[in-house]
């Protein structure tokens, strides 16, 4: 089995008590040896001075290859390549290059007199600062923005032509969302890597805002296992969670996947939870031939003969059920 690669997703704390967070959390999975890191941008562009400040700090810290979310958002180009440059100058030489979400006052993004209009253009002026690896979004579920089917393909390889060499997904919740929207791309000419973005679900209602604001589907078994699993208590939540995250990470690594990116929230346990039931061990090696069957449920969806992906088996929330059954 080929070595896994991970990264992590961070957000920059905004206060003492969250920047004590953040620092553990990265204590905590930096000794899994991730590929890179990745500090966001707030909405609206309201982290600029935070993200460049938190991403130069664990590049510094903790020795880590950081990518610094940026956003076309609130500043003129020239502000936001300053920005790069500043960054770059720090030794962060990795962006993720983003049109951004808009302030909260706005319904949609608009883009601010002088600024970047959409991301292609963004991505095409950080490719011209010397030393730059730019990632890119990509959407397996559809963008609200998205005009017609397929128009988050032809997005991706318009930012992809523009400079970008990498893409990280949107989070999805089952693997075949993925295994489409990656055979698509390759169909359209992509074959950049497309990185899958994991949440592991730190709290379900949080969760389902998250979704219907990206546009990422919510599948009804999901949505029963964990209403059941919150009226149920007794820590079945964080369980559930850990499970159905295993289960989605070992299917996208039995279709091929090397590298998977964790949405951590800067709270670390389901994370390491599931890189450790996934049997990766902390250097990032893989523990053995075989994943950990006993935490890894065995309802994975398996290619049939002609290579294509089987649908999942509804009863994949099993793995709940059996927890359930301890009473
Ligand atoms: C991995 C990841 C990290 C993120 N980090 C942050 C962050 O740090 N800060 C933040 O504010 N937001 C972040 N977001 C959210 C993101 O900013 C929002 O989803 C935003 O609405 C779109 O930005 P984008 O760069 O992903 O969009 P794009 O890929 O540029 O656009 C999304 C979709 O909208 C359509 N579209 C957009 N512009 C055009 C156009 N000009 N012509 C035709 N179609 C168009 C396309 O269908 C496209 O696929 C992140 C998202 C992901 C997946």
Same mark, same amino acid.
């Given at each position: 089995?080929?070595?896994?690669?991970?990264?992590?997703?961070?957000?920059?704390?905004?206060?003492?008590?969250?920047?004590?967070?953040?620092?553990?959390?990265?204590?905590?999975?930096?000794?899994?040896?991730?590929?890179?890191?990745?500090?966001?941008?707030?909405?609206?562009?309201?982290?600029?001075?935070?993200?460049?400040?938190?991403?130069?700090?664990?590049?510094?810290? #903790?020795?880590?290859?950081?990518?610094?979310?940026?956003? @076309?958002?609130?500043?003129?180009?020239? *502000?936001?390549?300053?920005?790069? *440059?500043?960054?770059?100058?720090?030794?962060?030489?990795? =962006?993720?290059?983003?049109?951004?979400?808009?302030?909260?006052?706005?319904? !949609?993004?608009?883009?601010?007199?002088?600024?970047?209009?959409?991301? @292609?253009?963004?991505?095409?002026?950080?490719?011209? =600062?010397?030393?730059?690896?730019?990632?890119?979004?990509?959407?397996?579920?559809?963008?609200?923005?998205?005009?017609?089917?397929?128009?988050?393909?032809?997005?991706?390889?318009?930012?992809?032509?523009?400079?970008?060499?990498?893409?990280?997904?949107?989070?999805?919740?089952?693997?075949?969302?993925?295994?489409?929207?990656?055979?698509? @791309?390759?169909?359209?000419?992509?074959?950049?890597?497309?990185?899958?973005?994991?949440?592991?679900?730190?709290?379900?209602?949080?969760? *389902?805002?998250?979704?219907? !604001?990206?546009?990422? #589907?919510?599948?009804?078994?999901?949505?029963?296992?964990?209403?059941?699993?919150?009226?149920?208590?007794?820590?079945?939540?964080?369980?559930?969670?850990?499970?159905?995250?295993?289960?989605? @990470?070992?299917?996208?690594?039995?279709?091929?996947?090397?590298?998977?990116?964790?949405?951590?929230?800067?709270?670390?346990?389901?994370?390491?939870?599931?890189?450790?039931?996934?049997?990766?061990?902390?250097?990032?090696?893989?523990?053995?031939?075989?994943?950990?069957?006993?935490?890894?449920?065995?309802?994975?969806?398996? !290619?049939?003969?002609?290579?294509?992906?089987?649908?999942?088996?509804?009863?994949?929330?099993?793995?709940?059920?059996?927890?359930?059954?301890?009473?």
């Amino acid at each position: 089995m080929p070595k896994q690669r991970l990264s992590f997703e961070f957000f920059p704390p905004a206060n003492p008590a969250a920047e004590a967070r953040l620092r553990n959390t990265v204590d905590e999975l930096a000794p899994f040896g991730p590929e890179f890191v990745s500090v966001t941008y707030g909405a609206g562009g309201t982290t600029r001075a935070l993200t460049l400040e938190t991403a130069k700090e664990i590049q510094a810290d #903790h020795g880590l290859t950081v990518a610094a979310h940026l956003t @076309c958002v609130g500043a003129p180009r020239e *502000r936001i390549l300053s920005t790069a *440059r500043n960054l770059a100058d720090a030794g962060v030489r990795e =962006i993720l290059a983003l049109r951004g979400d808009p302030p909260k006052d706005q319904d !949609r993004f608009l883009p601010q007199p002088g600024g970047f209009r959409n991301t @292609c253009e963004l991505v095409s002026a950080l490719a011209d =600062i010397p030393g730059l690896r730019i990632r890119v979004s990509a959407y397996p579920d559809p963008h609200p923005d998205a005009a017609y089917a397929g128009a988050d393909v032809d997005w991706l390889k318009r930012k992809l032509d523009a400079g970008a060499g990498s893409a990280i997904t949107q989070f999805f919740f089952e693997a075949e969302t993925y295994f489409r929207f990656r055979d698509t @791309c390759q169909r359209a000419g992509i074959d950049a890597p497309i990185i899958p973005g994991i949440l592991p679900i730190q709290n379900w209602e949080t969760t *389902r805002g998250f979704a219907r !604001r990206c546009g990422a #589907h919510i599948p009804d078994w999901l949505d029963s296992a964990f209403r059941t699993a919150l009226r149920d208590g007794n820590g079945r939540h964080d369980i559930l969670a850990i499970s159905v995250c295993t289960e989605l @990470c070992s299917e996208l690594i039995d279709g091929g996947v090397e590298h998977l990116h964790f949405y951590t929230l800067n709270r670390p346990n389901l994370t390491r939870e599931v890189i450790h039931a996934l049997g990766l061990s902390p250097a990032g090696k893989n523990l053995g031939t075989e994943r950990n069957s006993a935490r890894s449920p065995d309802s994975r969806s398996k !290619r049939d003969a002609s290579g294509t992906w089987m649908p999942l088996n509804p009863s994949r929330s099993h793995a709940y059920q059996g927890l359930t059954s301890v009473h």
